[in-house]
């Protein structure tokens, strides 16, 4: 099936023939649904800190970050923005040239309230002649989206969504990566330093390299710190193959096989690369204005400290559990905490000699530890937090998306869509043992937690292969603790009109 120049394709982008094969068995076999205890609530997973409790674990973090340990901001940054802008696309190509939708009406009946709206209308005045009050008066609409989505204008429709202008300020509108930059001062900071790692494109390494070096000095005068910034992409050995319908490789018009980017899930193996203890994540559209970051601050503060807290804990035991100085009372203590603040639970865990249970707790507490800040239902669409069987029989803490459940299980589908809470993707994670050395992340990925999705190319039909979600399967074997925060944390921009809510003017 895969020739010598098969062969050499796959391996000049890393991967091994090994890896491919077992993709396209994967097309065949498909992957298996998980199973699924419960939907994690408040009291049932999802902890719920009162304000006196607030206050000390942000207290603890407050004192973590004087402890001169390495803290990194973790930014998914690679997406176009291209999706943003589907409405606006539709218009452009649409047979009509007045805005006709609800959309389109409400985009250029607002259109000043957009952070992009000065350049927006000096592209115009440079392309057109005329501003966009003057060309929207003329009934030329089109012109005005065609200058903020083509290359001839502000080229908004192929660029990141980290370099588009989301907030206005006084002193200037403001980029997803700027908001990033100003968090990462006022939660993230060690030593009056701050890291931040935005995952980007190659195409637009350069464009984002160029825009922090420009930036960067006015925040570190503004917020007194200095930044580290840097970038990475993802990897080419981490693209998958994509299968034909028969699940035979799905091949280019020149006889090549087509790869395409393994999703989110990918990027395991760039924070792998990022020598840190704690690393928090954030998407990079999830950003709000000044005026609006109290809440965010405060909450990636609480649930730092909540992190630093438990692993303390979990590293006391486990040098505890080294030194063999111990009780059954103590062996004891660490059941509890791993099941009653952790979440892990093995129902036959009565039945382990006092030498198989230490073995057990060693290689459960001894792991990598993230907190999830997780947000009331709202009805958005995504992942959430549930109680989930895991492969070695343990029960314990995952997020998961709707694809990784059986649509047929009646019981199952009543969980998801009747669950409390909902994903935000807000992240803080600690990745170092208790001997302060680094985890292998891509060692705690459950492989079987990949998708098959339905895509085209050339108008032939394809299937995908995505791999483990970054916060989904890829850390399935991590130590998790959920934390209810509140919705005011989570501000996606999915569409260019969501920029027009309270929260993002």
Known sequence: MLSQQDLNQIAQKGITQDQVEKQLEEFKNGFPFLKIEAAAGIGKGVVSPSESEKADYIKK?????????????????????????????AFVDAAYDVPTTDFEKKYFANIEKFAFYDELDAQCQKNEGKGIK?????????????????????NYGQLPKGMLLFHKYSEGARTPMEEHL???????????????????????????EDKVSAKKSQYESQYGVKYNVSFSEQKPSTDTIAAAADNSPFRNDDGSLLFRPGGHGALIQNLNDIDADIIFIKNIDNVVPDRLKKDTVDYKQLIAGILVDLQAKAFSYLKKLDTADYTHEDLEEMIRFLQRDLCCRKSDIKDLEDADLVIYLRGKLNRPMRVCGVVKNVGEPGGGPFLTYNQDGTVSL????????????????????????????????????????????????????????SKSKGGKELKALELPGLWNGAMSDWNTIFVEVPLSTFNPVKTVNDLLRDQHQ
């Open 398 to 453: 995952q997020i998961l998306e709707s694809s990784q459940i059986d649509k047929n299980n009646q019981e199952y589908m009543k969980m998801f869509t009747e669950g409390t809470h909902f994903n935000p993707v807000d992240l803080v994670c600690a990745i170092k043992d208790y001997k302060g050395g680094r985890f292998n992340l891509p060692a705690y990925v459950d492989k079987s937690t990949g998708f098959i999705s």
């Open 134 to 154: 003057a060309l929207i008066a003329d009934g030329n609409y089109k012109a005005v989206a065609s200058n903020m989505l083509k290359a001839t204008g502000l």
């Open 182 to 208: 100003v968090e990462g001062a006022l939660y993230a900071s060690s030593g009056k330093e701050v890291n931040v790692h935005f995952t980007v494109s190659h195409e637009h390494m350069q464009f984002f």
């Open 61 to 89: 973090w407050d004192e973590y970050k004087t402890t001169g340990k390495k803290i990194v901001k973790f930014v998914p940054a690679s997406g176009a923005a291209s999706r943003m802008f589907k409405d606006v696309f």
